[in-house]
């Protein structure tokens, strides 16, 4: 085993971030798999028994986990693979007919399965969330143009009128002109405002999403149970801001004046 260890490859040794065979004894190489039985982590040469010998045919082998002690009871050395409902924590069998007798409790796995449903649930809550303030989004920014033209069209007859006006009067002109100009950024500002908020919290929920997404793929059942409940709270304010704004935005008091002052 150890000429087998020193003609492994360098990719093959473990370095940071990567969890070590407990078997191999100076250097450590990389571990593929980690066995619930033995409570220990193999790289693929110290594996091979658990695959060729009919003792270890019951073992258990999942993804390496470099977090294994976490999962061990304390009191009894034993893995942890049963949530109590009753007191909300995560216990191993010998607890279970012990301290925990007559609670509620069921396997991580089924835990893990009903929270997958409701996992599930979630994330169609919030793509149906986003697709909702995708729509305000297009609104306001059809709002937003609407806007735009009903500016312009109020600039582009202010100056019509203005131009046949005396010289006297271009004063007058600019003053109305800057009030106009005025309205228009306050109110671009305000849909701007909206527009910006609505933006935060698709990407908020987006993020959400990816979270939600990649948690369902996690092999770590306790990793997934204490971290189910923190995203599945909305991110930010369920409510989105209102605004709405005339399509149709009259300046007819402001022509009929110019009007008059033109006579």
Known sequence: MAELQAASPAHCYAGPGDVECDSCIGRKRKATNTC???????????????YQSPAFKKHKLVEACAELQEK???????????????????????????????????STKAERTQKQIELKEEQKKFQVKMQNKSQKVQQVK????????????????????????????EKKRSKVTELI???????????????????????????????????SHTHDHIHFLQSFPSLCVSPGCDDSP?????????????????SDLKK
Do not use: W
């Open 181 to 215: 100009r005025a309205r228009e950024k306050a109110e671009l500002s305000r849909a701007e405002r909206v527009l910006k908020q609505l933006e935060q919290e698709i990407a908020d929920l987006q993020r959400r999403v990816t979270e939600l997404e990649q948690l």
């Open 36 to 50: 619930l039985v033995c409570l220990a982590s193999y790289c693929e040469a110290h594996l091979k028994p658990h």
């Open 242 to 258: 209102s605004f709405t704004v005339s399509q149709h935005l009259s300046f007819d008091g402001v022509r009929k004046s110019l």
């Open 142 to 169: 059809q709002t937003m143009d609407s806007i735009k033209m009903c500016y312009k069209a109020a600039v582009d007859d202010s100056e019509r009128i203005f131009t046949e006006m005396i010289s006297s009067m």
């Open 72 to 106: 061990i009871c304390s009191e009894h050395n034993k893995l942890i693979d049963i949530y109590c409902h009753t007191d909300q924590s995560f216990i191993c069998y010998l607890c279970m007919i012990d301290e925990h007798k007559d609670h509620n409790t069921v």
